[in-house]
């Protein structure tokens, strides 16, 4: 099972920044589940939310900004103990830091319309280029799922799932090309993910920051683990 950090190591360093993502390269892991959204001059940037406030303390959209309006906003705001200041990074900046990394799992938030996905995914495929052994595009979207299917994409294909679909969102996968299912923990029952298993598709689940559960989906097979707090994982489930 791979240890896979949650937006760099949301637990343990400023979430989607470049400092988080060195700071679990440091650690020895290589491998990281970070969100793409594309700003309005289509620069693609690493960002969780569609607006700074909870992350930077600015109320402001982040549609609203184009990549030169980046600067204001420190991502390491909340961190009282973090000294750097963290600006938005672009995709291209984070994958710099990931060039030697094993497992990349792209989260592509949702977008309005299926013209912007298709627009999206063109800039990420280009962008991504020499990543294809190692990226997973993921994402809740379908018309991200569409837009992937449409350009034949190279790259391997995760659906995330957060709603209670039982059988239908394997169903739901398998349709849209998928290797890989992202389960949000609470749902990820051991029969839910003997389905899975079943229909040989691989499996990640997220956001997982007790041990004891770890140890649980180690033990069932599934091949990712997402969690805030990638050193706390690595030191419990090398110990057994």
Not at 45 to 65: A, E, S
Not at 82 to 103: G, R, V, Y
């Given at each position: 099972m791979r240890i896979i950090g949650h937006r760099g190591a949301r637990g343990e360093a400023p979430e989607n920044t470049l400092g988080g993502f060195k700071y679990i390269h440091d650690l020895g892991i290589r491998a990281v589940e970070f969100d793409v959204r594309q700003l309005k001059d289509h620069e693609l940037?690493?960002?969780?939310?569609?607006?700074?406030?909870?992350?930077?303390?600015?109320?402001?959209?982040?549609?609203?900004?184009?990549?030169?309006?980046?600067?204001?906003?420190?991502?390491?705001?909340?961190?009282?103990?973090?000294?750097?200041?963290?600006?938005?990074?672009?995709?291209?900046?984070?994958?710099?830091?990931?060039?030697?990394?094993?497992?990349?799992?792209?989260e592509v938030k949702a977008v309005n319309s299926q013209a912007e996905a298709e627009q999206l995914v063109e800039n990420l495929e280009l962008q991504l280029k020499g990543f294809e052994n190692t990226a997973v595009i993921t994402s809740f979207d379908l018309k991200i799922h569409q837009a992937l299917q449409k350009q034949n994409s190279l790259f391997k294909r995760g659906l995330l799932i957060e709603e209670d679909l039982g059988l239908a969102a394997i169903e739901q996968a398998l349709t849209f090309g998928c290797c890989q299912i992202g389960w949000m923990n609470q749902l990820a029952t051991d029969e839910i993910l003997k389905a899975t298993q079943d229909a040989k598709l691989n499996i990640s689940v997220w956001t997982v920051n007790e041990v004891e559960r770890a140890k649980h989906l180690r033990n069932m097979g599934i091949q990712g683990l997402i969690t805030d707090f990638p050193s706390l994982m690595q030191r419990e489930l090398k110990q057994g």
């Open positions: 940037i690493i960002m969780h939310d569609d607006n700074f406030i909870r992350t930077t303390g600015i109320n402001q959209n982040v549609y609203g900004c184009s990549s030169q309006e980046l600067g204001p906003y420190d991502q390491a705001a909340i961190w009282l103990d973090w000294k750097p200041f963290e600006t938005t990074p672009k995709l291209s900046q984070a994958l710099e830091i990931m060039h030697d990394f094993e497992h990349l799992e792209v």
